[in-house]
């Protein structure tokens, strides 16, 4: 059974770090791009970071310079580190898989595996 397991969300205090975690069974990522999505409250699914097979990342404007998107093929297994976490960045975060592992897009529906979501939520 395919599956993503995402962890690491929790409540942190504005300017804190956290590190979301992404775990894959039932089969191997390390030939996928990876992405992290986040969606808040009444708004829409949004890209925030990617990573290709080969190691290439893009991330959203939003969190340049704030988070690091990385991956470690061994423990088949994707992250994400959050510093300086604003209050806008509260929202569930979710894994994506696209099996096609050399270009990140950005949008989701070109995703073909996701996680349940992890909640993160930064208090001001």
């Known amino acids: 059974q395919v599956q993503l397991v995402e962890s690491g969300g929790g409540l942190v205090q504005a300017g804190g770090s956290l590190r979301l975690s992404c775990a894959a069974s039932?089969?191997?990522?390390?030939?996928?791009?990876m992405a992290w999505f986040r969606q808040a409250p009444g708004k829409e699914r949004e890209f925030v970071a990617g990573?290709?097979?080969?190691?290439?990342?893009t991330y959203a404007n939003s969190v340049k310079g704030r988070f690091t998107i990385s991956r470690d093929n061994a423990k088949n297994t994707v992250y994400l580190q959050m510093d300086g976490l604003k209050s806008e960045d509260t929202a569930v975060y979710y894994c994506?898989?696209?099996?096609?592992?050399?270009?990140?897009?950005?949008?989701?529906?070109?995703?073909?595996?996701w996680g349940q979501g992890t909640q993160v939520t930064v208090s001001s």
């Open positions: 994506a898989a696209d099996r096609q592992g050399l270009v990140i897009f950005t949008t989701s529906s070109r995703y073909d595996y």
């Open positions: 039932g089969w191997t990522l390390s030939d996928h791009v």
């Open positions: 990573i290709t097979r080969g190691g290439t990342t």
